[in-house]
């Protein structure tokens, strides 16, 4: 079956960096597109970032351009979100989702347990 575990959340001071990785296993990575979501408490899962499988294009919300970047090593089956410049309102739980470059969550299969990013002030 299809496995999407993330890692590489925590805690991190405003201005900060982290980088998140997600593992993909059960399904044919080098031809999935990928994407990361995340939640606030009590909101909708929302959009941050898409990679195609073909040509690697990226796609962002607006909020995080410049900032974010999505990246994938199909050897590894993985895919990467470098975050930069953090704020307090990055703070949320950061899914990896499979399957579509889509924006809204109900587009994707497949999903991730989440890992918890917290930028403090």
């Known amino acids: 079956q299809v496995q999407l575990v993330e890692s590489g959340g925590g805690l991190v001071q405003a201005g900060g960096s982290l980088r998140l990785a997600c593992a993909a296993s059960g399904l044919t990575f080098s031809y999935t597109n990928m994407a990361w979501f995340r939640q606030y408490p009590g909101k909708e899962r929302e959009f941050v970032a898409a990679i195609t499988w073909k040509n690697s294009y990226t796609y962002y919300t607006d909020s995080v351009k410049g900032r974010f970047t999505i990246s994938r090593d199909n050897a590894k089956k993985m895919v990467y979100l470098q975050m930069n410049t953090l704020k307090p309102e990055d703070t949320a739980v950061y899914y990896c989702?499979?399957?579509?470059?889509?924006?809204?969550?109900?587009?994707?299969?497949?999903w991730g347990q989440g890992t918890q990013v917290t930028v403090s002030s």
């Open positions: 989702a499979a399957g579509s470059t889509g924006t809204l969550s109900g587009q994707y299969k497949y």
